[in-house]
């Protein structure tokens, strides 16, 4: 099915343990987000990328790593996994920089005891 | 502090009442978009506003984009169950590099 994919779908880890997150889509997209969403908080950008080999810092970077070899991957790695880390993740593709439809995918539930 | 304050922050109406969902911010934004997030989903878009005091409608679903860009709003009339969820604000700022700043949110609830 054409889309935005995340897996896992859940995940529990624990402190002090790596965990990579993965995002995939279909539409070639230029640009994909990662955000974590939070009560009270919203959704907070994570980590974002303009096309392949290009990422940049979001709000809330610290403890997370991207990468993206290939356009339609956008992993996220949460390299020492901490209890503040537990959230929802939600990555999100567009295809330019202007007003148009950022589509999110269905999100990964992440707790971290 | 959030960027983009949505209020309110909860809402449980009965069917068929209407309600406005307000996003305010001191900063000018160059759009505005609204979308709706279910449970267990991502959000999903609704609408963008561009113009300083443009108006778009989605069938029950008003939006405004308030003429100074710094807010919009949101108003539902004869809400309907299918309406919970929640609503979530989102700006774009050029000097963002046109990045999504979102609002915390409004959970609405629409009892039948």
């Known amino acids: 099915d054409a889309g935005i994919t995340q897996s896992p779908r859940y995940k529990i880890t624990e402190t002090g343990r790596q965990v990579t997150l993965m995002c995939h889509q279909t539409w070639s997209h230029s640009y994909m987000f990662w955000y974590r969403q939070d009560l009270g908080h919203g959704l907070r950008l994570i980590y974002y990328?303009?096309?392949?080999?290009?990422?940049d810092k979001g709000e809330v970077p610290d403890g997370y790593v991207v990468s993206r070899s290939k356009t339609e991957n956008f992993p996220l790695t949460l390299e020492s996994a901490t209890r503040s880390q537990t959230s929802v993740y939600f990555c999100?593709?567009?295809?330019?920089?202007?007003?148009?439809?950022?589509?999110f995918g269905p999100g990964t539930r992440l707790l971290v005891l | 502090t959030q960027l983009l304050e949505q209020s309110p922050q909860f809402l449980s109406i009965q069917e068929g009442e209407n309600l406005t969902v307000y996003c305010n911010s001191s900063?000018?934004?160059?759009?505005l978009q609204w979308y709706r997030q279910e449970p267990g989903e991502g959000p999903v878009l609704l609408v963008t506003v561009v113009t300083g005091g443009e108006v778009k409608k989605l069938k029950r679903l008003t939006f405004q984009f308030g003429d100074a860009r710094k807010d919009s709003s949101l108003h539902i009339t004869a809400a309907q169950p299918g309406d919970t969820g929640l609503y979530l604000c989102?700006?774009?700022?050029?000097?963002?590099?046109?990045?999504?700043?979102f609002g915390a949110g409004t959970i609405l609830r629409v009892k039948s």
């Open positions: 900063s000018v934004f160059s759009s």
């Open positions: 999100a593709s567009r295809q330019g920089a202007g007003i148009e439809t950022q589509y």
């Open positions: 990328s303009a096309a392949a080999d290009i990422t």
């Open positions: 989102a700006g774009a700022k050029p000097e963002y590099g046109n990045k999504l700043v």
